[in-house]
């Protein structure tokens, strides 16, 4: 926590003290700038100097978004854009019912509220479940944005480490159970993982089902990569009923139809006093966007024919990824199950200079990589100095020249660095 600010008064001219100085909100100085766009402003500059940079640091998707949702905003009759109604239009809670129902998951349309995009269905969760300071037990390394939807609602993240040698699979339920504490009110998790491409076992999750039962917690489970599953399936929490009064489903369209620009998503729950909380919490801020809402209906009306092809296509750059960085020598790797990420271990000692050198000195043959330290998706200090978030976003050939490049760039700051000391 930041330290308490200390207000001086100086005697003004007239014998009166003066008004104590403006000061901002604790809060404000403890939300977190991002880790994945903190190099960016460098990268642009490095572009305007006629550097090509290869962008794996963010999962913005480089294919294009279906031409329904475009087709179908032309087609929109409207006489007014109007407010809409604040847990969702009713075309758009239809349709994610269908949606959810398609993938095995049975809900109706009263357990729904839609969302603008996933992140604000995260922090309607945080803010229905937690009282400021409670607890919610995340597994490190976690996305990154966690941090600041805890910020906003006052409430304080536990981590529980996991480890590269592994894959990042999750601990054994008994080693989780250390990490609850008597401010403990859930977990929150992403199956399939951002940032590791982890795809928890059914065995997994059902441990966490076992433990939110023992314990009384809720399961905040961020199921925004569901799709992208490549090796078997990713369970749902909603798929164990025996937990239907403490699930809570986090959902987006973002990735899944590349509609990251719509800013769609849905809080799902069984449980109608979360759901409740959450509408309320939609009434303050109104509604989300009326038009963005009616653009994705057709996606979540037939999402097969959107999904599956997006999902074959980065299963493909996710197998050249994998296979390339064996060809790098001194990486720690794993083979991602799931999502369009990966992190990776360096053999250097600090991540964060080794990306800041990568975007703002290298270059290999007017070329460079813009990369993603991954200190920023850990809470525990002085975890992930030496590892990095690697997004497969783009193109196969791209990912082939940035792998390349990353190669090369290690090399030269291996000679760097002993030509240094």
Same mark, same amino acid.
């Given at each position: 926590?930041?330290?308490?600010?200390?207000?001086?008064?100086?005697?003004?001219?007239?014998?009166?003290?003066?008004?104590?100085?403006?000061?901002?909100?604790?809060?404000?100085? =403890?939300?977190?700038?991002?880790?994945? #766009?903190? &190099?960016? *402003?460098?990268?642009?500059?490095?572009?305007? !100097?006629? $550097?090509? %940079?290869?962008?794996?640091?963010?999962?913005?998707?480089?294919?294009?978004?279906?031409?329904?949702?475009?087709?179908?905003?032309?087609?929109?009759?409207?006489?007014?854009?109007?407010?809409?109604?604040?847990?969702?239009?009713? =075309?758009?809670?239809?349709?994610?019912? #269908?949606? &959810?129902? *398609?993938?095995?998951?049975?809900?109706?349309? !009263?357990? $729904?509220? %839609?969302?603008?995009?996933?992140?604000?269905?995260?922090?309607?969760?945080?803010?229905?479940?937690?009282?400021?300071?409670?607890?919610?037990?995340?597994?490190?390394?976690?996305?990154?944005?966690?941090?600041?939807?805890?910020?906003?609602?006052?409430?304080?993240?536990?981590?529980?480490?996991?480890?590269?040698?592994?894959?990042?699979?999750?601990?054994?339920?008994? %080693?989780?159970?250390?990490?609850?504490?008597?401010?403990?009110?859930?977990?929150?998790?992403?199956?399939?993982?951002?940032?590791?491409?982890?795809?928890?076992?059914?065995?997994?999750?059902?441990?966490?089902?076992?433990?939110?039962?023992?314990?009384?917690?809720?399961?905040?489970?961020?199921?925004?990569?569901?799709?992208?599953?490549?090796?078997?399936?990713?369970?749902?929490?909603?798929?164990?009923?025996?937990?239907?009064?403490?699930?809570?489903?986090?959902?987006?369209?973002?990735?899944?139809?590349?509609?990251?620009?719509?800013?769609?998503?849905?809080?799902?729950?069984?449980?109608?006093?979360?759901?409740?909380?959450?509408?309320?919490?939609?009434?303050?801020?109104?509604?989300?966007?009326?038009?963005?809402?009616?653009?994705?209906?057709?996606?979540?009306?037939?999402?097969?024919?959107?999904?599956?092809?997006?999902?074959?296509?980065?299963?493909?750059?996710?197998?050249?990824?994998?296979?390339?960085?064996?060809?790098?020598?001194?990486?720690?790797?794993?083979?991602?199950?799931?999502?369009?990420?990966?992190?990776?271990?360096?053999?250097?000692?600090?991540?964060?200079?080794?990306?800041?050198?990568?975007?703002?000195?290298?270059?290999?043959?007017?070329?460079?990589?813009?990369?993603?330290?991954?200190?920023?998706?850990?809470?525990?200090?002085?975890?992930?100095?030496?590892?990095?978030?690697?997004?497969?976003?783009?193109?196969?050939?791209?990912?082939?020249?940035?792998?390349?490049?990353?190669?090369?760039?290690?090399?030269?700051?291996?000679?760097?660095?002993?030509?240094?000391?």
């Amino acid at each position: 926590m930041a330290p308490e600010a200390v207000l001086e008064t100086r005697p003004a001219r007239s014998g009166r003290a003066e008004a104590p100085a403006l000061r901002l909100s604790q809060r404000a100085g =403890e939300m977190q700038a991002s880790p994945l #766009r903190k &190099l960016a *402003a460098i990268a642009e500059e490095r572009k305007k !100097k006629g $550097i090509r %940079v290869y962008h794996l640091n963010i999962g913005q998707p480089d294919l294009p978004t279906p031409p329904v949702v475009f087709e179908t905003i032309r087609s929109l009759n409207l006489n007014t854009l109007a407010y809409a109604p604040s847990n969702g239009m009713p =075309e758009s809670l239809s349709a994610w019912q #269908r949606y &959810l129902e *398609a993938k095995g998951i049975k809900v109706d349309q !009263k357990e $729904i509220v %839609v969302t603008s995009g996933g992140s604000e269905a995260i922090i309607f969760a945080m803010c229905a479940i937690c009282d400021a300071g409670d607890e919610l037990i995340v597994f490190e390394p976690f996305y990154t944005n966690y941090n600041g939807f805890a910020t906003i609602a006052n409430v304080t993240l536990r981590p529980v480490p996991l480890d590269i040698a592994n894959g990042f699979h999750l601990p054994p339920a008994d %080693v989780i159970e250390q990490y609850i504490t008597p401010r403990t009110r859930g977990f929150l998790f992403c199956n399939p993982s951002n940032p590791t491409g982890t795809v928890y076992s059914r065995g997994e999750v059902a441990g966490l089902v076992s433990l939110a039962q023992k314990h009384n917690l809720f399961l905040l489970s961020d199921e925004v990569y569901r799709e992208f599953a490549y090796e078997g399936v990713s369970h749902s929490v909603m798929s164990f009923p025996e937990v239907a009064d403490r699930a809570i489903l986090l959902d987006s369209t973002s990735k899944r139809f590349n509609v990251c620009g719509a800013r769609i998503g849905a809080l799902v729950s069984h449980n109608p006093e979360v759901v409740q909380s959450a509408f309320k919490f939609g009434m303050a801020r109104l509604s989300v966007a009326t038009v963005e809402q009616l653009a994705l209906v057709p996606l979540l009306n037939s999402p097969e024919q959107y999904t599956r092809p997006i999902a074959e296509e980065f299963r493909r750059r996710r197998d050249l990824v994998y296979g390339g960085l064996g060809q790098i020598e001194g990486v720690t790797f794993y083979k991602p199950e799931g999502a369009f990420y990966i992190v990776i271990g360096l053999p250097v000692a600090d991540a964060e200079h080794f990306a800041r050198w990568l975007i703002e000195e290298y270059e290999y043959e007017k070329e460079t990589v813009l990369l993603a330290p991954a200190q920023g998706f850990y809470a525990t200090p002085g975890k992930g100095l030496n590892e990095v978030r690697l997004a497969f976003m783009l193109n196969r050939e791209s990912l082939q020249r940035s792998l390349l490049i990353i190669k090369e760039a290690l090399k030269a700051y291996s000679r760097n660095k002993r030509s240094d000391s």
